[in-house]
């Protein structure tokens, strides 16, 4: 295999060749994607190795896998550390990325929602049914997330709230607990966390799951190497036709 190595106004031929780098994110996320990786023949590391190695270059020096957190793999991909990576679509929803989604893998399926804390008598008992109710006149709606575009963007329309939106870095559901905030917007997947801290869904924002994107110019220069990956990741999925990641 060759290298490309692009010089202004040709593209000269080197025997060293980079490996096709994927980033990959920590977490939930990771496992169904090294399934994922390996279902197609790729000879993917287990989670125990990269728990130790955060860059790991399989033996052939074809792939090197980069394990960064979610939020951040958009960025490896953007700025050409990686030629393709997997993260969530609400981290490409969030961020404002010059990447390209290139298919819903069809796994790590989960929901954004608007959440409050469950009516006084509890969510099952027949009590008022929660909702984020009708602020009186000047009264502000403090909104924690971890995804202040996303609860910006999804409240900009309502002329009926006034909405401060709150960052948080994670825990969100702490901050309707303890007066930081009168709702949340965030990540509802099996619901166990927002149960546990007494917390309702009353608004679905839109639905997530794992996205395959893909460096532009590596989309180009590197099209050789991703296609066989691309196209047996996709074979049982729909392509999202070069469509912007937001
Ligand atoms: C996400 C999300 C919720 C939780 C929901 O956090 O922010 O806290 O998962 O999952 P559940 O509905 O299955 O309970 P994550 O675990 O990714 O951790 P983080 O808060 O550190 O981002």
Same mark, same amino acid.
């Given at each position: ?27 939930? *996320? ?7 990786? %390996?279902?197609?023949?790729?000879? =993917? #590391?287990?989670?125990?190795?990269? &728990? %130790? ?6 033996? &052939? ?6 394990? !960064?957190?979610?939020?951040?793999? #958009? ?15 609400? $981290? ?9 989604? *290139? ?6 399926? =989960?929901?954004?929602?608007? !959440? @409050? ?5 509890? #969510?099952?008992?027949?009590? !008022? ?6 602020? %009186?006149?000047? /009264? ?21 709230? =006034? ?14 607990? @303890? ?5 949340? @917007? ?13 917390? $309702?869904?009353?608004? /679905?924002?839109? /639905? @997530?799951?794992?996205?395959?994107? !893909? ?25 999202? =036709? ?5």
């Amino acid at each position: 295999m060759e290298s490309e190595i692009v010089d202004e106004s040709c593209v000269i031929r080197s025997r060293q060749v980079a490996p096709l780098g994927i980033a990959l994110p920590k977490g939930r *996320l990771l496992q169904p994607s090294l399934d994922a990786l %390996r279902g197609i023949g790729l000879n =993917c #590391p287990d989670t125990d190795e990269l &728990d %130790r190695r955060l860059v790991y270059e399989t033996a &052939d020096g074809r792939v090197r896998f980069v394990i !960064a957190r979610p939020a951040d793999v #958009p960025a490896y991909v953007e700025h050409g550390a990686a030629d393709l990576g997997i993260t969530g679509k609400d $981290v490409l929803v969030e961020g404002d990325w010059n990447v390209c989604e *290139l298919l819903d893998l069809g796994f790590g399926k =989960c929901r954004m929602a608007v !959440a @409050v804390p469950a009516p006084a008598d509890g #969510p099952d008992c027949g009590a !008022a049914t929660p909702s984020l109710g009708s602020p %009186r006149l000047g /009264q502000t709606l403090r909104v924690a997330t971890k995804f202040p575009g996303i609860a910006r963007r999804y409240f900009a329309p309502r002329r009926d709230l =006034c909405v401060q939106i709150i960052r948080l870095s994670g825990a969100v559901e702490i901050a309707p607990i @303890v007066g930081l905030a009168d709702a949340i @917007v965030d990540i509802v997947d099996t619901g166990r966390t927002l149960a546990d801290n007494g917390l $309702v869904v009353v608004e /679905q924002i839109m /639905q @997530v799951s794992a996205r395959l994107i !893909a460096n532009r110019a590596s989309l180009q220069l590197r099209s050789a190497a991703i296609f066989p990956v691309t196209s047996a990741l996709g074979e049982h999925r729909s392509p999202l =036709c070069d469509a912007m990641a937001h």
